[in-house]
């Protein structure tokens, strides 16, 4: 405890006050009751807490099927805010044959979801806050400027693989909730932390398997890094394998042979000349308003090519992988007809690949667009909380990466997805910037207040169809 005083010291001569920092706190409330006065006051005293939980987590390695040890971290977080603390696992046969559920090369036994509820005392809206453990790889260790899984924290930012993506949006879930509980807040409905694994390679045993196991809510906010808009859309997503067959020869006598790297080129011309068609037949406005994606609502990117197994050997097989986005309203079995067609087109040309036709292969990410309504109340709050806290509009816009909250469209859960602001994620020297976590936790305050009810002084009641 000594070091967390110490770290609330740091943290509030490091950042400042609110006021100093301008955006946060600089709006108008969205109520005037007490208790949420109390909540953001806490947030802020204690925000050096915070802080150190963040430096703790992200130095636990959670690399995608291996985050056993940081639930079990997430759910001693969890307890000690007196939440109802439970680990959802289900069947592996249960998920398989769920329609959007992705192949993965490894099981969910040891690395549960996490989930605590903090239940409502009155027919109060509930909400699901949702936030990811696992990371993805860090990649070279020469690459960083300091170890991935030992943060350290330079002016006003923090470095380490999952800072951002979204160990950050994590930690803001836990301070928010933490602040609540200091300031006396009884939520009129129930208010659900999720604490989900896997969704780096597509949410099957994380996020899916909660709400299949029937944890639900009338609303969710997932945390991703996404801080200059609040995100109402993704596209779909599919993976794809495309094998080319050729025949192996000796070195020294490859003109008996044919290869299958050489056979792949017009197949990755075709499907690069695919990519540039899509991207200028398919826009919709809200696709392209994020940073960087002015131009381009759809994609699609090989990933990788691999061919051959010995430098003195003819390559007998070439394998590309790819991944494809459409837009809502496009139908994923004209998608899939398209990568098809391009590659047959390609093979047609080739008298080797017209005899042994390239096989495409559909596995892995398989993931539908997912479209909020902007006109949703759960988009009008979150709307109204983030320009109380940022004293500015939040605008909306779409993602163009798959993401957690295409489950909850499929079965009817309002979501908004907003984060903190950070930068390299899945690459060197990830950072998030703590006053944007804190901001982000302000923002949570402002929204579980609002959207739940306080059961003393309730702000909001559900409404029919709401």
Known sequence: MAGEREGDRRSRERLGPPAARGAVGAGQEMTTDATLERALEALDREFGATVVRLQQMVAIDSTTGTEGEVQAWARHRMEQLGLEVEEVQLEESVLAAHPSAVVVPWSGKGRPNVVGRWRGAAAGRSLILNAHVDVVPPGPLESWTAHPFRPVIRGERLYGRGAADMKGGWVAIWAALRALRAAGFEPAGDLIFMSVVEEEAGGTHGTLACLLAGIRADAMIITEPLWTHLVVGHPGVLYFTVRIIGRTAHAAVAHQGVSALLESVPVVEALAALDRQRGEAHHMELFERLPGTAGRSVHLNLGTL??????????????????????????????????????????????????????V??????GRPWLQDPAHPLVEMMEEAARAERGAPVPLAADTAGLDARFAGELGIPCVVYGPRGGNEHGADEWVDLNSVRSLARTLVRAAHRWCGNAGQPAETKEEGS
């Open 361 to 366: 292969e559909w596995s892995g990410w398989r």
């Open 306 to 359: 691999r061919a051959g197994d010995w430098p003195s050997t003819v390559p007998g097989e070439a394998v590309i992988e790819g991944r494809i986005s459409y837009l809502p309203g496009e139908k994923e079995e004209a998608v899939r007809a398209e990568v098809e067609a391009a590659v047959a087109a390609a093979a047609g040309a080739s008298p080797w690949l017209s005899r042994h036709p390239p096989k």
